[in-house]
Each structure stands twice: as C-alpha cells, then as structure tokens.
C-alpha cells in the first residue's frame, strides 16, 4: 500500500522510518517532510492544511491511507474533508475529525469533557475578555503558582504559571484583552496548580477498542533543570520509570477507559491517536491535557520501541480490528535528545550546515527542522535533529545518544546535557 504522512518535523521522521520498514507498504510519502524523511520514501512540497492540495496528492500517488502528524489540519477538519468527499471517503485517516480533534483545539472544550467523564484533573474555570474581572475574583481565592492557558492552538507556548498575583493578573489582561497569542487566548481557562512529575500516555484507538502504546516522558524547558523558556520538546525517555504496574494500571482504569467510552457516549467518532499529558500527584494521575496527536520528540522513542508492523497496526485501526490486535513491544529503554539551533527558542539562524551525520552508527538520527541545500543537510527550524539510542535503562540509552551527538556538529548547536535528570 502507498501512505501519505502529512508534516514535516521529527514526529514525521520516525512514522515515515518505521513505515518504511513494513513489508506492506510500497511507497511512502510525506508532505512536506524534510532532509531525514527524503529517506523513507518521497516528500511532496505541499501544506497539510491546503486540502484541495492534499487531495491532488493523494489521487495522483495513488495513496491508500493518510496519517496526520501535526494537529493543526485535524482541527481544521481534514478528516471530515476526506469523509466529504465521493473521491476520497473510502481511504482512511489516522486522526480524529473536527469535533473529536477540539480535545486538543480548546481547553474549555477538554475540560468539560474530563468532568462529564469523572475523568481527574485540575479545578478550572474558563473566562472571556468581558468576564476579567471575574477572572480576577477566581485568581484571588486560589492559592499560588496561577496557572493560564489559552484555550485553543498556541503552538505549545499558551500556557503560563506564574507565583506572583499581580503578575497574572497582568498576563490574564495581556491574554485576553491584548491578544497575547491572538485567537488561542480569547478564552482563557485558568486552574489549580498540580504538585508532581509528569509523563505521556499514548493510546491508538479505532472508536471502539483501542491498545497502549508505550508511555514516554519529555522535556521541555531550554536549560538544563528544566530552566528557561518552554520549547516543543528537548528529549524523551521511554519507558518512565516511576511508572510501576500499579500506577498504570489507574490510567488505564481511570483515564484511559473513561475517555475511549466517554467518546462513545458522547457520540464523538474518534480514529486515530490519543496522547493524555499526565501527572503523578501522590501516587495519583491526572490529566493535565489531551493532545489528538502523537508528541513530539515523544514519537523517537515511542515508535522505534513498538516491535510489531506499524502498517498492521494502522489497518487494525482503520478496519476497527483493534481488538484482534496483539501489540509487541521492544523491552529496552529509549531516549532521545533534541539538537536546536542557537537562540532557540527565541529567534535563531537556519541555514547552518550539518556535519558528522554518516558518523552516527550506533543511533537513530531522526530530522525535524532540515532541509537540502546542493545536496547537503542544513538546519531549517528550531529543533533540528532527534538522536535516539536504546539501552537496557534509559542511562544507559542517553550514554550513547550523547556519545552519537559528539560525532555532529552545526553552528550554535545546543542540546540539554540533562534529560532523565529528574528520574
């Protein structure tokens, strides 16, 4: 079969790398993709979210499956677009339509669903431009850090914890009535603060059943001890190790299940992955947010730990035959560092030349933000290469992502030096 993946990061590297490998698959395409993906298979210059662009695509390549990276052309209802479509509708979409993809598209919205489902997660309410003074009556009887988030896409930068009172009281006003991250902070749901360690869970459904993928935990912060700026992810391990049998097992009861049936019950079809953002609070988890998409750099250590045929697994879902699924997965550690650009992610350079790839034996190096220049790798974002190495725990996995990372060399490269500090 021919898969289209639509997106162009590291998260899109490692679906395209896997992919690649299955004896079911012909060819695959990705959309924009990058330097690492031209790998796998064939990238397509076209924007995931111009539909009419991505169906031309998918006529012409003869696609006969769609798997959406990023979350943005699932909001924006790329699903329901193929659904629509006499052409399109009988080649299935890995990726919820536009009212299941809102979970992740507004926080309001994934909130009342938590609390319609019993499902446990923070005290919240949601608040307007003509609701600010309310918003500051509700920051002053809650206790500090103040945690705001805007409530639609932000790119993973519309969330804000702040200790001092004024200060949020400030960046409310800035959110809502200044349009700090335009759109996004029309609304802005502000809750209680939760004390803990966090990690991901990702979930594959197909609306009916659905399995467990490996859980993994990211990083991030820009500076080592989860310092500085938020960014889109610095590094990952998988599995976590505080995650034992027993806390599992209250995910999946508590979260996991509530939130496959809660879909059902509501009369929300959902296709696709689910990643619940979690955190461990005295021994409890709780949902700090639903993502309608895999993460990343959760993706780098999530998929290369996943044994069986991704092809498989993918079909299961679009022939909802999960249930008949039997998932096999690689018992080694994970871990992945992220190599960005200098400045990131504040502003920085593209265009620096990259080095010591061919170097890199005993490692994963998946592209995020690359491109081709006379035929060499240049950086072409923020977050510029994913290395990912396996061993028997996760120090041991990050010993040889650093000793790989040596072996590179772009300007200003900066990387964290610390990832697993915490576990």
Known sequence: MNILILGSGGRESALAW???????????????????????GTNLKINPNDFSEVKNAVLTSKVQMVVVGPEDPLVNGIHDFFLEDDELKSIPVIGPQSEAALLEGSKEFAKEFMKRHDIPTARYQSFTEDKL???????????????????????????????????????????????????????????DFLDGIEMSSFVLTDGENYVILPNAKDYKRIGEGDQGLNTGGMGAVSPVPFANAE????????????????????????????????????????????????????????IPRIKSDLADLLTAVADKKLDQFNLETDERSAATVMLVSGGYPASYERGKLISGLDQVKDSIVFHAG?????????????????????GKDFKEALKQSYQSIEKIDFDQMNFRKDIGFDL
């Open 18 to 40: 896997k992919l690649a490998q299955s004896k079911k698959v012909e060819k695959v395409f990705v959309a924009p993709g990058n330097a690492g993906t031209m790998n796998y």
């Open 133 to 191: 003074h309310e918003a500051y009556q509700f920051l002053e009887y809650l206790t500090p850090p103040y945690v705001l988030k805007a409530d639609g896409l932000a790119g993973g930068k519309g969330v804000l914890i702040l200790n001092d009172l004024e200060e949020a009281k400030k960046e409310l006003k800035e959110m809502l009535s200044h349009h700090k991250f335009g759109e996004a902070s029309a609304k802005v749901v502000i809750e």
């Open 247 to 302: 806390f599992l097992e209250k995910v999946e009861s508590r979260i996991i299940k509530p939130t496959v049936e809660g879909l059902k019950k509501d009369g929300i079809p959902y296709v696709g992955f689910i990643f619940i953002g979690l955190i461990k609070v005295n021994g409890e988890p709780y949902v700090i947010e639903y993502n309608v998409r895999m993460g990343d750099p959760e993706t780098e250590v999530v």
């Open 370 to 390: 690359t491109d081709l220049k006379d035929d060499q790798v240049i950086s072409n974002g923020g977050r510029v290469l994913s290395v990912t190495s396996f």
